[in-house]
């Protein structure tokens, strides 16, 4: 099956954790993203990495790290979580430009 | 920067009736930005319903229309007899042209359909 996959579905945690969100896509895309819908179901971009390379960086907080060990692979990493933190975190890909295919979704709660 | 507002909240329609979900957007990063529409069905991932490229062009998917109006800013999404299978959450979109790797979203609008 080809699509983007990501883990977990659902994180509960408290202040002050570090967690950690996986996302894989089998599309053969190069591109792929890192969104946050928050509870007015916002969606902001908060990064999108090209063949590897971080090419859009949002201005969110330093505690938020992406990593990207390859085309296929683009994980979120959140240091020390807070309150506000609590949200839906989409992964998608795409082909460059082309149409995003998105995941389901890793819904976060901080505690 | 680039937005995009919607018809915000709930928008309930008995099925076979007829569906308009306003969009406007505002680009200054480019004059002719891709527009796009994205649905959201219950238990599913986010996905494309339509998109264009084009001003002055139609978009079309599922029974759902969007025109491309450079004058008014505007990408209404029509359909002309909804059906139940439509409650969804659907999202608006554009992506400029300093970054072409984002696309902003509006805030989506919940549509329910009354059988």
């Known amino acids: 099956e080809t699509a983007v996959f990501q883990t977990p579905n659902y994180h509960v945690t408290q202040v002050g954790n570090e967690v950690s969100f996986n996302c894989k896509q089998t599309?053969?895309?190069?591109?792929m993203y890192w969104y946050k819908q928050d509870s007015k179901k916002l969606l902001k971009i908060m990064f999108s990495?090209?063949?590897?390379?971080?090419?859009v960086n949002e201005t969110v907080p330093r505690r938020f790290s992406p990593q990207s060990s390859d085309k296929a692979h683009l994980n979120l990493r959140i240091k020390s979580v807070e309150p506000e933190d609590s949200a839906v975190y989409l992964c998608a890909s795409s082909y460059s430009n082309s149409d995003y295919t998105f995941g389901s979704g890793t819904r976060l709660l901080v505690i | 920067g680039d937005s995009v507002t919607q018809t915000e909240g709930q928008v309930t329609v008995s099925e076979s009736k007829s569906l308009i979900i306003n969009c406007t957007y505002s680009?200054?990063?480019?004059?002719?930005?891709?527009l796009f529409w994205y649905v959201r069905y219950p238990g599913e991932g986010l996905q494309l319903l339509l998109k264009v490229i084009t001003a002055g062009q139609k978009g079309s998917s599922r029974g759902f229309e969007a025109t491309y109006n450079k004058e008014t800013t505007s990408f209404h999404l029509q359909k002309a007899s909804v059906q139940e299978s439509d409650s969804a959450v659907y999202y608006c979109a554009l992506r400029g042209d300093t970054n072409a790797y984002k696309v902003i979203f509006g805030k989506g609008t919940h549509l329910h359909v009354l059988p």
């Open positions: 990495y090209n063949n590897k390379q971080l090419i």
């Open positions: 599309l053969g895309h190069d591109t």
């Open positions: 680009a200054t990063s480019i004059a002719y930005p891709n």
